[in-house]
């Protein structure tokens, strides 16, 4: 069943647009992490509130190229599961 809509704090957001606002000709990545919220089992209303984000720093700097180092992915999952509900979305 496919997400109806997202909810995120605006700490999250402004985390966002400054990680994206560190360069102008390279891709960025990152983790967001949330939780599912059913909110009417019989229409199947199913929000994402995002509650955390993890700017990835980039380990490759060809500008085609987005990745990330093995350490920063396991630090931001323990970060995560603090959450007994967690998920990632690479951004």
Do not use: Y
Not at 40 to 60: F, Y
């Amino acid at each position: 069943m496919p997400l109806t809509s997202v909810q995120m704090s605006e700490d999250v957001w402004l985390t966002c647009l400054t990680h994206s606002l560190t360069t102008e000709t390279e891709e960025i990545m990152g983790l967001l992490f949330g939780d599912i919220r059913v909110a009417d089992l019989n229409n199947g209303n199913k929000t994402a509130l995002i509650w955390g984000a993890s700017p990835q720093m980039r380990s490759d700097r060809r500008k085609d190229r987005v990745e990330t180092n093995p350490e920063q992915l396991a630090a931001a999952t323990a970060q995560a599961e603090i959450s007994i509900n967690f998920f990632l979305f690479v951004f």
